[in-house]
């Protein structure tokens, strides 16, 4: 006698519109000013990504393929830039020494070099320094 095998069943045909998986993430008006919230204040894309529910790598790639969110991560860290900016500048022009020195540090490498000069003419810096905030300052809109 030969062995017969089973026979198969017909496979079931899922109902039309059902999809397996989880439902894709809408990335509302809401969660757009949330995102670009986030990213001002200085959030990494990995943090805001798990802060909005969704893998780094998913927001990764749905910011590639998405113009609005892209703008919003862009907007945010721009905004966060500009405030991060001017809280700098304002201290430098209030007498906030550390914030004057990393300004014209970064702002004119050229210039200005944070070395520590032991034993030079510290007044010759000073008085250099004190120009350079006096320009500043008279280029501040009333």
């Not at 894709?24 to 995102?35: A, D, G, K, V, Y």
């Not at 500048?89 to 540090?105: H, I, R």
């Amino acid at each position: 006698m030969a062995d017969k095998k089973p026979a198969k069943k017909p496979a079931k045909k899922k109902p039309a519109g059902k999809k397996r998986g989880a439902k894709p993430f809408q990335f509302t008006p809401e969660i757009l000013e949330s995102i670009q919230d986030m990213a001002a204040n200085g959030l990494t894309q990995v943090q805001i990504s798990r802060n909005i529910g969704l893998d780094p790598a998913t927001l990764s790639r749905k910011k590639s393929n998405n113009d609005q969110l892209s703008q919003a991560i862009e907007n945010g860290k721009a905004s966060g830039l500009q405030k991060m900016a001017s809280a700098l500048f304002e201290n430098g022009v209030g007498g906030n020494f550390n914030a004057q020195q990393f300004y014209l540090c970064n702002r004119d490498p050229d210039n200005w070099k944070h070395v520590s000069k032991a034993g030079e003419d510290k007044d010759k810096d000073d008085d250099k320094l004190t120009q350079v905030l006096a320009a500043l300052i008279a280029k501040l809109p009333d």
